[in-house]
C-alpha cells in the first residue's frame, strides 16, 4: 500500500511538471527592449530614433507657440492622412488637432498607403497661416468633395512641420512615389 502511494505521488508530480513545461514552452519569454524594436524603412535624411517625444507632447508644444514660432524635433505619431497623389504631405494628430507635415525641399515622399501606420519625424515644428488656396490645394489631395473645397473660405493658423528625415513602420508594398519597384 505504501509503495501505490508513493508512486501514485510521483505520477502526479511528473504529470504536474510536464504540464508547466508545456506552458513555458507556449509563452517565449520577452523583455521590454524586444516589444520596442520595430522595423523601419527611411525616407530621406536619416537619423538616429532616440530622444524621441510622443505627438501629444508635440501638441503640448504647440500650444504654447505662437504664429512664427519654430522648434527643432524628433517625434513619433501616426500617419492620420496622406496625400493620395504623391504622398508629399501626411498628417498626423498631435493632441486635439493635426500637425501637417511636409518634407524638406520636396525631396522625399512618403507611402501613399501608408494611413495607420506608425512614423518617426526629425525636423522642424512651427504654427503658421495658411492662406485659402492652399488650404483648398490641400482638400483636393486629400479627395475632399466640390462641396467641401467651396467651404473653404478663410486663411487658417496651423501646425506645421517640416521634415528632414521620416522612418515609417515597415510594411509590404508600400506605394512611394519616384520610387522604382525591383522584384526579388
Do not use: R
Not at 511538471?17 to 523583455?31: D, G, R, S, T, Y
Not at 504647440?62 to 512664427?68: A, E, I, S
Not at 473653404?152 to 521634415?163: G, K, M, N, R, Y
Amino acid at each position: 500500500m505504501k509503495q501505490f502511494i508513493i508512486g501514485l505521488f510521483a505520477l502526479t508530480l511528473l504529470v504536474g511538471c510536464k504540464e508547466q513545461k508545456q506552458e513555458e514552452e507556449e509563452m517565449p519569454a520577452v523583455n521590454d527592449e524586444q516589444v520596442e524594436e520595430m522595423a523601419y524603412m527611411d525616407y530621406g535624411a536619416t537619423f538616429s530614433n532616440t530622444d524621441v517625444i510622443d505627438a501629444m507632447e508635440l501638441g503640448t508644444m504647440y500650444k504654447n507657440m505662437k504664429v512664427g514660432d519654430t522648434t527643432t524635433v524628433k517625434v513619433k505619431g501616426t500617419i492620420a492622412d496622406v496625400c493620395v497623389k504623391k504622398g508629399c504631405w501626411i498628417k498626423m494628430p498631435v493632441g486635439e488637432e493635426s500637425a501637417t507635415v511636409k518634407f524638406k525641399d520636396y525631396g522625399f515622399f512618403l507611402p501613399k498607403n501608408g494611413k495607420g501606420k506608425e512614423v518617426i519625424l526629425s525636423g522642424k515644428a512651427f504654427k503658421n497661416i495658411t492662406p485659402v488656396d492652399e488650404l483648398k490645394h490641400y482638400a483636393e489631395d486629400a479627395g475632399k468633395t466640390k462641396e467641401e473645397i467651396a467651404a473653404i473660405t478663410e486663411d487658417e493658423v496651423t501646425l506645421s512641420f517640416v521634415a528632414d528625415g521620416a522612418m515609417v513602420e515597415e510594411f509590404e508594398n508600400p506605394d512611394v512615389e519616384g520610387v522604382e519597384k525591383t522584384e526579388e
